[in-house]
């Protein structure tokens, strides 16, 4: 049997420079329904644990068994039912084994959520996306790195219970890159795979248990903090992945020496694999591994409390009242290398359609779609540049085949834009959700021929220290106004640059959306800057679908 080193597990957060609490005992209120919630519990030890459930509103208990593994890095979910519609329960986790009883969760702070209301003519609900709230020590590779815009989520804890309080907030969509893999150089894990890669005795390392303990690892160091914890715990989370919970750029790379001048980039994943004495298949089976082990773990932290799917199929939709909602999976599918559908692939673009075609304007007021990557932000003869000088210098290749404007994508993003303004043709309100780009955005989308009216909104990031040479090269190039490739007129209503989070407000009986965007507000002082309370937008759209 191999040894520790030759494993490479990390076990602890011993094994890493992180300047923040490592996530342990930890809570994420998930899809939550009118009379149900999915409950996701990190214990930190294996054992018997009982939840406890109890209404602020008709003093109602409800009591679960639950036995945890280290199969899913003590994670375990709980699907509770019955629950009476709009109540407020309070939960908290004891340990079964310990004696009296102990306490693990729900303690020490007050852990609870809010059902859902049967009707809801009017709703509030929060976006946001990329959080990567560490930069780069001072000397580069070595050292811990720096905690900065943290504060972000206290803000977006205090809007969502503003909110709450005003009976309006339902539940949070996080858009995509809940964490980065390869955020800074010295937590990265790719880094780490080309620094430990090797073959010992004929067999490759590392292998699948150590990579998954690196994804974990991962995870556990960006929802470590308090801040970010204390959101989870308390309000209905809906998540996707994008690129950086796998790899930057992940399915946007040619590994088979295709069209570009370039050709197979294998190279630039793993760029001194021979002085390893590995050769191309070795770095196939890396990258195999490291993906098998990157949607293991998204299954376990992420997806695991969404609304229940297929095995390995990660899209999903959902509904509140005369609102539909579906959330696209652009990552876990997309691969460059294949010769259509390189994004979400051919089966789930039918799941799609095939959900869309059953909605009804009778019934269906409403429709807010999530794809992490916008459909519309970019010029599109800039992202197809791909191939240039300048792409290759500043190594925007991959992030430029990420975006749908690329040639690549043309038929796909075709197809999925006919699926959208198809449910608007029916009388019913688009709104396409993204994140990605780090910048707010709102652009109105108006099909020429029908006259529908559909809008993407874009919140992203909420923490992100490290400036973003595509949106530093692109975020002023794209016109406000004009006709896309695809003939669709289009404006651009917003535009925000800095860190920031969104609410969305749903009046479904007038048919009409409210966008809302948040981000740090100061004030200056002659010998420091004030931050001031968040208590206002800094941007507010009312959004209507009239043709």
Request: charged fraction near 25%; include cysteine; glycine fraction near 6%.
């Amino acid at each position: 049997m191999e040894n520790q080193s030759a494993n490479n597990n990390f076990a602890n957060k011993n094994d890493r420079p992180w300047p923040n609490s490592y996530l342990d005992v930890a809570a994420i209120v998930g899809h939550t329904t009118a009379t149900s919630c999915r409950l996701w519990l990190r214990t930190g030890r294996t054992g018997k644990f009982t939840l406890l459930l109890w209404s602020t509103r008709n003093g109602a208990k409800i009591s679960l068994s639950l036995a945890v593994s280290n199969n899913k890095d003590t994670t375990v979910v709980a699907d509770i039912e019955g629950l009476v519609p709009d109540t407020v329960y309070q939960y908290a986790l004891a340990d079964a084994a310990a004696r009296r009883k102990k306490m693990i969760l729900g303690h020490d702070r007050i852990c609870q959520f809010q059902t859902l209301p049967v009707q809801d003519s009017t709703f509030s609900f929060a976006f946001y996306s990329c959080h990567n709230p560490y930069k780069g020590s001072l000397f580069g590779l070595s050292g811990t790195p720096q905690v900065a815009s943290i504060e972000m989520w206290e803000y977006l804890h205090a809007m969502l219970r503003r909110h709450q309080d005003k009976q309006e907030l339902r539940f949070v969509i996080a858009g995509g890159d809940q964490v980065y893999t390869d955020g800074v150089d010295s937590l990265n894990i790719w880094s780490y795979l080309k620094k430990n890669m090797r073959k010992i005795n004929g067999r490759l390392f590392p292998d699948q248990a150590a990579m998954r303990s690196w994804y974990r690892d991962i995870y556990r160091g960006y929802w470590g903090f308090p801040q970010v914890r204390r959101v989870f715990a308390n309000f209905p989370m809906y998540m996707m992945w994008d690129d950086h919970e796998l790899m930057d750029g992940w399915g946007s790379r040619y590994l088979k020496g295709r069209s570009n001048r370039k050709g197979d980039e294998m190279k630039r994943i793993f760029q001194d694999y021979r002085s390893k004495g590995l050769n191309y298949n070795d770095c196939r089976t890396l990258l195999a591994r490291m993906e098998t082990a990157a949607k293991a773990v998204y299954a376990e932290y992420q997806h695991s409390h969404n609304p229940a799917t297929e095995p390995g199929v990660y899209d999903y939709g959902f509904r509140h009242d005369r609102s539909a909602f579906y959330v696209l999976d652009g990552r876990g599918c997309r691969d460059i290398n294949r010769d259509s559908h390189r994004i979400l692939g051919k089966p789930q673009m039918a799941r799609f359609k095939n959900w869309v075609d059953t909605l009804d304007s009778a019934d269906t007021r409403l429709l807010f779609v999530t794809t992490a990557v916008p459909l519309l932000h970019f010029k599109p003869a800039l992202i197809n540049a791909d191939d240039n000088w300048l792409a290759e210098w500043a190594e925007l290749e991959d992030d430029l085949r990420d975006a749908w404007e690329h040639d690549l994508h043309d038929k796909e993003r075709r197809e999925l834009l006919e699926i959208l303004f198809s449910a608007a043709n029916k009388g019913i309100g688009v709104c396409i959700l993204s994140g990605d780009v780090h910048t707010a955005a709102a652009f109105r989308m108006r099909d020429n021929k029908t006259g529908a009216v559909m809008y993407q909104l874009t919140s992203s990031s909420i923490t992100y220290n490290t400036p973003r040479a595509l949106g530093w090269l692109v975020s002023g190039l794209m016109p406000d106004s004009g006709t896309s490739d695809d003939g669709y007129a289009y404006e651009r209503l917003l535009r925000y640059t800095d860190s920031n989070f969104a609410l969305i407000r749903a009046d479904q009986d007038k048919q009409t959306v409210t966008f809302q965007i948040y981000g740090k507000q100061t004030a200056e002082h002659p010998n420091r800057e004030i931050v001031l309370p968040m208590t206002h937008s800094l941007a507010k759209l009312e959004l209507d679908f009239k043709k």
